[in-house]
């Protein structure tokens, strides 16, 4: 079992469930909470604010928490050059991910935004981890994969099928897929710099901490008197804390003996919660092939983190 270099695409039989997978999937159902919890938001908020608000306290947090962690594995401040470039270019796309997927969310509603940009992701992570040089996914990956993105489809699409047909909004699809391309992008990097030794949390520090700067103008120049209000500082704080902060320390960790390729299909359960969170909290109701779709994408995951048969 590796405990400090995995590679981007590695075998399933070396990954323990309880180090690897259950972390990504305890921050996914937090991730699960950020739409319920936005939808809490003063009315007329906008949604890159809200999304930009979450990020830049959240990765504050996580920057002053992590920069002088102590540990056996190294931290961040001795980086190379070719790590500090890695570490720009990470921090650039998790900064891009609230620009482009809340707005897509606000153009083409959270279930369509959401099963676009989840939906991609692990795709354009396999096609990068491939164009890097770190190997072809596995055909166990490749599977799972592809039964989370169609459970994933039909589940949140579900309602969309009947009666309640909307028309699909390009750029708000291509903004969702922006998003996904951009997780993927600040995965991979995250992924790669643990696996040369950096303290996870340390990486993912300093990934976020670069990016809350970078989202800063946008939280200023669409206003903060939201944030003065009880449920717009409630909404701001659960988004920094649990969504940002908590979920990406546990993610971090995750990547440290789960593959990227693996950990990006392993978020799909992120929808499963939301849409749960949908009937339990807001009062919606899912029809039956919504649930079927929860089945099958469940099915996926148990097939992505069930340990492989050795001879």
Do not use: K
């Amino acid at each position: 079992m590796p405990t400090s270099t995995p590679t981007l695409v590695s075998s399933p039989a070396r990954v323990h469930f309880w180090s690897g997978p259950a972390p990504i999937l305890v921050a996914s159902v937090l991730w699960g909470s950020t739409g319920t919890a936005a939808s809490f938001a003063p009315a007329g908020t906008s949604a890159a604010a809200i999304g930009s608000a979450g990020l830049a306290l959240g990765g504050l947090l996580l920057y002053l928490t992590t920069r002088r962690r102590p540990g056996r594995r190294r931290s961040t401040a001795g980086t190379s050059a070719g790590d500090r470039w890695l570490l720009v270019l990470g921090a650039i796309a998790v900064a891009g991910y609230p620009v482009t997927f809340y707005p897509a969310v606000a153009r083409t509603g959270v279930a369509m935004a959401t099963v676009i940009a989840l939906g991609s992701a692990p795709v354009f992570a396999g096609l990068l981890a491939w164009l890097t040089g770190q190997g072809r996914p596995s055909a166990r990956w490749t599977a799972a994969t592809l039964l989370a993105v169609s459970g994933c489809a039909v589940m949140v699409l579900g309602p969309t099928l009947g009666e309640n047909r909307h028309q699909i909004d390009p750029l708000g699809v291509v903004l969702a897929a922006c998003g996904g391309l951009t997780y993927a992008i600040y995965s991979m990097v995250g992924g790669r710099l643990i696996a040369r030794g950096h303290d996870s949390g340390a990486v993912m520090g300093a990934l976020f901490g670069g990016a809350a700067l970078l989202v800063l103008p946008v939280v200023l120049g669409t206003g903060i008197h939201w944030l003065t209000t009880p449920r717009g500082a409630a909404v701001a704080l659960h988004l920094a804390v649990f969504t940002t902060f908590l979920a990406y320390l546990l993610f971090g960790f995750g990547l440290r003996h789960t593959t990227v390729t693996t950990a990006t299909t392993l978020t799909l359960a992120e929808p499963a919660v939301a849409a749960l969170l949908g009937v339990t909290v807001v009062g919606e109701r899912l029809p039956l092939l919504s649930w079927c779709g929860m089945g099958v994408l469940a099915l996926s995951l148990v097939l992505l983190t069930r340990p492989a048969r050795t001879e």
